[in-house]
């Protein structure tokens, strides 16, 4: 819902400097118009970006935290492949999650929230976007292992977009990630799982068991 509203504030502004050129020689306070316009598209990135940091802060602190550890390179490398492999199976398959190239000794933080997660310095909303279905969350074992969210976009009757998150999980956090998805997958109504064998039956049965 937030994202939501940063998204209608930014077409408003964009919508008040169209208005403003529109008048342009017409209204003699058609300059107000794009000021104001202006004023509220950078009202919105600041808030936008003082919001994410906040986010990042809070889950730095601890607070809502559902599992947190660190990937190596050598995990990054190996996960590269993995995620290859898996995409190799069907371009619907695309993970939509970024990993830095490089990791610094210390390793890359990984923390899964309640809402949000935090990869490195980037920040992602955990919670399904507008206009999609919450439908799976497993746990898929190796070295590293994933943690594999699907969602399913609701925009037409069976469905017809898969939208996937992939995670990597080191072996030494194994215990760390069952507990994130488990918590994940608690969240999964009945009917969207429903939706996601319904619209996407090869989906499941790609997974490694």
């Known amino acids: 819902m937030r994202q939501f509203v940063h998204f209608l504030a930014f077409l408003g502004g ?3 400097i169209f208005w403003g050129t529109v008048l342009w020689g017409y209204d003699p306070l058609w300059p107000l118009w794009v000021v104001v316009g202006l004023a509220v598209i950078v009202g919105t990135i600041v808030s936008v970006r003082r919001k994410g940091r906040q986010l990042r802060e809070a889950l730095l602190a601890g607070e809502d935290v559902l ?4 990937l190596s390179q050598a995990d990054l490398t190996a996960f590269r492949a993995v995620d290859r492999d898996r995409k190799a199976i069907s371009k619907a398959y695309h993970n939509f999650l970024s990993f830095p190239k490089t990791a610094p000794p210390e390793g890359v933080p990984i923390i899964v929230g309640k809402r949000d ?21 497993v746990l898929v074992d190796g070295d590293p292992g994933y943690i594999e969210v699907a969602m399913v976009e609701r925009s037409s009757g069976a469905g017809h977009f898969l939208l996937l998150l ?4 080191p ?5 760390a990630a069952q507990a994130v998805t488990a918590a994940l997958a608690a969240r999964v109504p009945r009917p ?8 996407f039956p090869d989906y499941l049965r790609s997974l490694p068991s």
Do not use: D, K, M
Request: aromatic share 12%; net charge positive.
């Open 14 to 16: 964009v919508a008040l």
């Open 67 to 70: 599992g947190r550890w660190q």
């Open 166 to 169: 992939r995670l990597p999980v």
């Open 117 to 137: 997660w935090l990869i490195g310095t980037r920040l992602y909303r955990g919670n399904p976007p507008v206009g999609t279905l919450f439908c799976s969350a």
């Open 192 to 199: 969207n799982f429903e939706r996601l064998q319904r619209s």
């Open 171 to 175: 072996i030494a956090a194994r215990a």
